[in-house]
């Protein structure tokens, strides 16, 4: 699964073919499908490993009591310094994902990504005025959605951090931070 995740998430779903695979898992294509039924089946396993094992931990960053601009930024920075960690793997493996040309690869990634975006849009909720929450979320989903995609395309991770602190400053007006969140970022 390991190999098979990592071939996914560097390459992306549409570049990596079943020769590409049975090359990485040294097994003949006969011995995939019997393991794991066809490509997208694989990708299916691989998206949800990504999701238990390599994704972020929302709900540490975002833990109640915390001032929401805040914890919204350090969500930002950790997404920043995690898509960047790794050369080979560079960016979210699922928002990746939900670019693919094949529908049913995006649909597969757009599934893993509901809970997180959901974790997001509650704790927004749970700070925002009513008719701001759906506004501050996408701005959020945005930012790291770009995170993850200028990550792939290179960046370092010291421009994507700065990147994302400075749209923190953004979120500070949004919710109304003091001045001492900036002096202290």
């Given at each position: 699964?390991?190999?098979a995740k990592?071939?996914?998430?560097?390459?992306g779903?549409d570049?990596?073919?079943?020769?590409?695979?049975t090359?990485a898992?040294?097994?003949?294509?006969?011995s995939?499908?019997?393991a794991?039924?066809?490509?997208l089946?694989?990708?299916?396993?691989?998206?949800?490993?990504?999701?238990?094992?390599?994704?972020?931990h929302?709900?540490?960053?975002?833990r109640?009591?915390?001032?929401?601009?805040?914890?919204?930024?350090?969500?930002?920075v950790?997404?920043?310094?995690?898509?960047?960690?790794?050369?080979d793997?560079?960016?979210?493996?699922i928002t990746?994902?939900?670019?693919a040309d094949?529908?049913?690869?995006?649909?597969l990634?757009a599934?893993?990504a509901?809970?997180p975006r959901?974790?997001?849009?509650?704790?927004?909720?749970?700070?925002a005025?009513?008719?701001?929450?759906?506004?501050?979320?996408?701005y959020l989903?945005?930012n790291?959605?770009?995170?993850?995609s200028?990550?792939?395309?290179?960046?370092?991770?010291?421009?994507?951090?700065?990147?994302?602190?400075?749209?923190?400053?953004?979120?500070?007006?949004?919710?109304?931070q003091e001045?001492s969140f900036r002096k202290?970022?």
């Amino acid at each position: 699964m390991e190999t098979a995740k990592a071939l996914f998430h560097a390459r992306g779903y549409d570049a990596v073919s079943i020769a590409d695979l049975t090359q990485a898992l040294e097994i003949n294509p006969p011995s995939l499908y019997a393991a794991y039924g066809n490509k997208l089946a694989l990708f299916e396993r691989a998206l949800r490993s990504y999701r238990s094992t390599d994704f972020l931990h929302i709900e540490t960053i975002l833990r109640p009591g915390r001032p929401p601009a805040e914890a919204l930024t350090d969500l930002m920075v950790a997404a920043a310094r995690h898509y960047t960690k790794d050369a080979d793997k560079r960016g979210c493996m699922i928002t990746e994902a939900m670019q693919a040309d094949d529908e049913q690869a995006r649909a597969l990634a757009a599934e893993q990504a509901k809970k997180p975006r959901e974790l997001i849009r509650s704790y927004i909720a749970g700070h925002a005025p009513k008719r701001e929450i759906d506004r501050i979320t996408d701005y959020l989903l945005l930012n790291l959605r770009g995170l993850s995609s200028y990550a792939r395309l290179g960046y370092t991770q010291k421009k994507l951090v700065d990147c994302s602190r400075t749209a923190g400053r953004a979120l500070e007006g949004e919710f109304g931070q003091e001045a001492s969140f900036r002096k202290g970022r």
